[in-house]
């Protein structure tokens, strides 16, 4: 066990843990951050994306030493019911999902990818989530929601 610190979601976090854990697992099992979705379990599918800094980060194949002293953002921290983040906005506006499995880990790249790049074209939010798999095929309604919430965040 060692002890790890971090700031998730906003808050500073201290947890004695097994550092050669998955960052995955430490966020669902020890933190019951559920969220964060088990996919492939290889980095290949996206759905367990956290943000680490601004950038989107698969945490099944990311060993929980390494983030120590970064700022982590699950989709719990993107926003809330009550307050919903503009791209969690749009999602529901453009009705952007089918079972929602892979839906965390997008809104993750997405957010991602407008704190690098507030204003994408459609071929740079194609690219953005282009590691992310739905198995529903609802890529296309996705794109369009992500390009709605850049507009509103935008016109804000
Ligand atoms: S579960 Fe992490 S990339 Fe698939
Ligand atoms: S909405 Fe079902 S996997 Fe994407």
């Given at each position: 066990m060692t002890t790890i610190r971090f700031k998730l979601n906003g808050a500073e976090m201290s947890i004695d843990?097994?550092?050669d854990q998955t960052l995955l697992s430490a966020l669902r099992?020890?933190?019951?951050l559920r969220g964060t979705h088990f996919g492939c379990g290889a980095g290949e599918c996206g759905a367990?994306?956290?943000?680490?800094?601004?950038h989107a980060v698969t945490s099944c194949d990311t060993p929980l030493w390494s983030a120590a002293d970064k700022e982590?953002?699950?989709?719990?921290?993107l926003g809330t019911a009550e307050r919903p983040h503009p791209l969690q906005r749009a999602f529901i506006a453009e009705q952007a999902m089918q079972c929602g499995y892979c839906v965390p880990g997008i809104l993750i790249s997405a957010a991602a990818l407008l704190r690098q790049n507030p204003s994408p074209t459609e071929t740079e939010v194609r690219a953005?989530?282009?590691r992310n798999l739905c198995r529903c095929a609802?890529?296309?309604r996705m794109v369009?929601?992500?390009?709605?919430?850049a507009s509103e965040l935008a016109a804000s």
């Open positions: 843990a097994d550092p099992e020890t933190q019951g367990c994306c956290v943000l680490v800094g601004d982590i953002t699950t989709i719990e921290g953005a989530l282009d609802a890529q296309n369009r929601a992500v390009l709605r919430a």
